[in-house]
């Protein structure tokens, strides 16, 4: 049976109490079930500060609710992206990363605005990944010359092998030989979607802690990006995002529109996440990649 480690975890923590960082929690486990996934996979739970421990467990939830564009087909129980026009400049910002050949056999792809990230692993070929399945790019392997044309133009990397592109919700993760030289990145696109936290509204209202708990790719941040907007513009609520690998709030300075009103603070690792306490007069906090 497969764990899931702290590292999987986001979390969103509302109205500190005796310890601002670690009130009691509401954990919602937002996975969907079915193996090797179970409650006692999650091993580090019990560890949880919490005298009481209610998990709610959303079974239901749809997958494409969880941040995969496709859920715009029904927005009316899902949510879709602000702004279309925005977000196919973003996403064109991703595409420009590939070289030529990639990039023009990706835009003619039927599912381009589904797309969910570009896999390019040294003397492979490129893969593109959708909804529907994969897609090779091309039919030649990447070479270490179409790696240094992708990594040229992103920011750079950080400790956690991890990059963004300024503005922008995407991520690009470097893999990395024993020498240290990238072999490796998975381009991850990343949306704000407008309405994915709905079905959460009543929690937020009720100002619970929450922790969002669920393997990667389900949309854990981009329903803690929603939260922390709607927290912050629908209920005018103090709220500071304390962003540890930038990936609530976009990489650069500038935090992205998807945030709304709340507030950034940028961290190098998890150690220093206490800062947001310490420094900032705050009601709410919103945390990523608490495990790290």
Same mark, same amino acid.
């Given at each position: 049976?497969?764990?899931?480690?702290?590292?999987?975890?986001? &979390?969103?923590?509302?109205?500190?109490?005796?310890?601002?960082? +670690?009130?009691?929690?509401?954990?919602?486990?937002?996975?969907? @079930?079915? @193996?090797?996934?179970?409650? /006692?996979?999650?091993?580090?739970?019990?560890?949880?500060? %919490?005298?009481? +421990?209610?998990?709610?467990?959303?079974?239901?939830?749809?997958?494409?609710?969880?941040?995969?564009?496709?859920?715009?087909?029904?927005?009316?129980?899902?949510?879709?992206?602000?702004?279309?026009?925005?977000?196919?400049?973003?996403?064109?910002?991703?595409? %420009?990363?590939?070289?030529?050949?990639?990039?023009?056999?990706?835009?003619?792809?039927?599912?381009?605005?589904?797309?969910?990230?570009?896999?390019?692993?040294?003397?492979?070929? @490129?893969?593109?990944?959708? @909804? %529907?399945?994969?897609?090779?790019?091309?039919?030649?392997?990447?070479?270490?010359?179409?790696?240094?044309?992708? &990594?040229?133009?992103?920011?750079?990397?950080?400790?956690?092998?991890?990059?963004?592109?300024?503005? &922008?919700?995407?991520?690009? /993760?470097?893999?990395?030989?024993?020498?240290?030289?990238?072999?490796?990145?998975?381009?991850?696109?990343?949306?704000?979607?407008?309405? %994915?936290?709905?079905?959460?509204?009543?929690?937020?209202?009720?100002?619970?802690?929450?922790?969002?708990?669920?393997?990667?790719?389900?949309?854990?941040?981009?329903?803690?990006?929603?939260?922390?907007?709607?927290?912050?513009?629908?209920?005018?609520?103090?709220?500071?995002?304390?962003?540890?690998?930038?990936?609530?709030?976009?990489?650069?300075?500038?935090?992205?529109?998807?945030?709304?009103?709340?507030?950034?603070?940028?961290?190098?690792?998890?150690?220093?996440?206490?800062?947001?306490?310490?420094?900032?007069?705050?009601?709410?906090?919103?945390?990523?990649?608490?495990?790290?």
């Amino acid at each position: 049976m497969n764990s899931i480690t702290p590292s999987s975890c986001n &979390t969103l923590l509302f109205k500190s109490s005796t310890n601002p960082l +670690f009130p009691p929690l509401k954990p919602m486990f937002l996975f969907p @079930p079915k @193996p090797p996934l179970s409650l /006692s996979s999650f091993v580090f739970l019990p560890k949880l500060p %919490s005298p009481k +421990f209610h998990p709610r467990i959303l079974a239901g939830y749809p997958r494409n609710f969880l941040g995969i564009v496709s859920c715009c087909q029904n927005p009316q129980n899902s949510g879709c992206p602000a702004s279309d026009d925005e977000s196919q400049l973003e996403l064109d910002r991703l595409v %420009s990363l590939l070289p030529e050949e990639m990039r023009c056999r990706l835009r003619q792809h039927p599912e381009l605005d589904k797309l969910m990230e570009v896999v390019m692993d040294l003397g492979r070929n @490129p893969i593109a990944r959708f @909804p %529907s399945g994969d897609f090779e790019l091309s039919d030649c392997p990447i070479t270490f010359q179409d790696l240094e044309f992708a &990594t040229s133009q992103v920011g750079d990397f950080a400790v956690d092998n991890r990059a963004g592109i300024s503005r &922008t919700l995407h991520r690009i /993760s470097a893999v990395r030989n024993r020498k240290n030289a990238i072999i490796g990145l998975t381009c991850r696109v990343g949306r704000a979607i407008t309405g %994915s936290a709905d079905l959460l509204r009543d929690l937020v209202k009720d100002g619970a802690s929450l922790l969002l708990i669920g393997p990667p790719g389900v949309g854990k941040t981009t329903i803690i990006r929603e939260v922390a907007r709607m927290l912050a513009d629908d209920y005018q609520k103090r709220v500071m995002i304390v962003d540890t690998s930038n990936e609530i709030g976009g990489d650069g300075d500038i935090p992205h529109a998807g945030i709304g009103s709340a507030r950034r603070m940028q961290v190098p690792n998890a150690d220093m996440q206490h800062m947001a306490v310490h420094k900032e007069v705050i009601g709410l906090i919103a945390i990523c990649d608490i495990g790290i």
